[in-house]
Every structure is written in C-alpha cells, then in structure tokens.
C-alpha cells in the first residue's frame, strides 16, 4: 500500500508553486519503511542559502496521535495519494498530499496550511545505487598528491566532456543516473591497477557499455620526465551494478582498493 511513496525524491525548483513563500534552491523527501508505518525526513536549503531539515514517523492508519504541542497527526492513504494532516482542535492547520506520477518517476507534494494557503511542488525519484568509481595505475608510483589530483581531473573531466554551453556557462546533460548522483550522495570510489592495459581496457569496456567514462592523460610536466602518460580513468555516474561488471571484485579488469 505504500510501496509506491517511498524512495528518495529530490526537489525541482522549476515545479515550485509557492505564492508569497520564497521557492527553495534544492531539496529531498526521503521516504522509507519505518517501524510502525512510513519514516520521512525532509531537507532543503531555503531561499537564503541556509539548510533546513525534519524528521517525522507516518503512522498509515487514519487514526490521530498527538503531538508535544497538543496537537494530533493523522496519516492515511486517499486513493492514489500519502495524506498527513496536523489538526489543532478539530481543524486541520497543515495537511501534505503526496501523489506519486503513473510512471513512478515524480511525486507532486502539495501542502495546506489553514483553509487559504497552497504550496506545491514536484520531486523526481532519484535512483539509488549510484556510484562514480576512480582508477590510477600503481606501476606508476605517483606521490599521493599527484594520484589525488589525477582522481581530480578525472572525477570531473566525466562531467565536463558533456558540456554543451558557452565559455562562460556550462550546460551538461545528465541521464538519470547521473542526475540521481548529483544530487544526493555522489558516491565516490577509488581503485587501481597494475597497468597501462588495464586502465585502458576498463576505460574501453566502460564506452563498450555506454557508461560516461574519462581518461587522463597527464602532460608530465611534473613527473614523468616530460612524456605524456596515461594515469587514470574515471567510470560512472552510473548504477553501481553495471560498475562491478568492470571493476568489481568477480569484474573484468583486476582492481584494488586504493
């Protein structure tokens, strides 16, 4: 019954139809199973730039609990939506309806504070399972500085290498996945390898599979004695899953931890 609400959903600013009440610049409604009924926890940044968040537990049965302020929550399902409502002496001062789309991808959050005011807004399901992983060639034997700033370049030359904009604003296109892991936990894992050969396959097999992947050539201005050489690879965004094909421990090219 409340399979269809729960998931990380992250905030479209865009969507936001909030009257007088400044628009969010980013937001998340993470919605999971919790003991009793439906574990919320809500976090945005305001218009101001500060973070916000809250926690609160749905209980799904229609039947009201109260609050520390004496008040009562009441939470059900209506048809379709995820309804909570706070009532102060039988009227209900703030009431939230979620509405998940057809397809699953969105939720359409609209909230009531007393009988006048509406905010709404949409939040996009973000995919969980979603990693960036980062190779560097350990027959190299670069100094930590110098594998931190490969990593670097590769990390971003993934996002980069899809930029459509102009010199002084970027505009890159991002699938789902990579949209999901910009906007929530960008998960980063760091791997090597014993070769050029590998670093090159797995770069290889990552394009094989169209994976957004980066290569790094260094122009060995500062080790290297001047020859540029190949020194790390980045693979993902992308679902973890389809990452362990190549760099997992039973993956195709040999890795490890860093």
């Known amino acids: 019954m409340i399979e269809p609400f729960l998931g990380l959903w992250i905030l479209d600013p865009t969507t936001c139809v909030y009257g007088s009440r400044p628009v969010p610049r980013r937001g998340s409604y993470h919605l999971t199973r919790g003991e009793q009924g439906v574990s919320a926890r809500v976090w945005w940044v305001d218009a101001g730039g500060e973070a916000r968040s809250t926690a609160f537990e749905m209980i799904v049965d229609g039947e009201p609990r109260a609050l520390p302020d004496g008040s009562a929550l009441v939470c059900r399902v209506d048809g379709d939506a995820l309804v909570s409502e706070v009532l102060r002496d039988g009227v209900v001062v703030h009431g939230a309806r979620r ?61 980069l290498d899809r930029d459509e904009g102009s010199w002084d604003r970027l505009v890159i296109p991002l699938d789902e996945a990579m949209a999901s892991w910009t906007r929530a936990r960008f998960a980063k894992i760091v791997l090597s390898v014993e070769t050029e050969e590998d ?37 993902g965004p992308a679902l973890a899953a389809d990452i362990d094909v190549i760099t997992g421990p039973d993956g195709l090219v040999a890795t490890k931890l860093a």
């Open 199 to 235: 670093l090159v396959r797995a770069h290889e097999e990552a394009r094989a599979r169209g994976l957004p992947t980066a290569l790094v050539t260094d122009a060995g201005h500062t080790e290297f004695h001047g020859v540029p050489t190949r020194t790390t690879v980045a693979i």
């Open 99 to 159: 509405v998940p789309s057809e397809d699953g991808r969105s939720l359409l959050v609209v909230q009531t504070f007393g009988p006048d005011e509406r905010i709404e807004a949409t939040y996009h399901r973000c995919l969980e399972g979603t990693k960036q992983v980062l190779l560097y060639r350990r027959d190299l034997n670069m100094r930590k500085g110098k594998i931190a700033a490969q990593i670097a370049h590769a990390s971003l030359k993934v996002l």
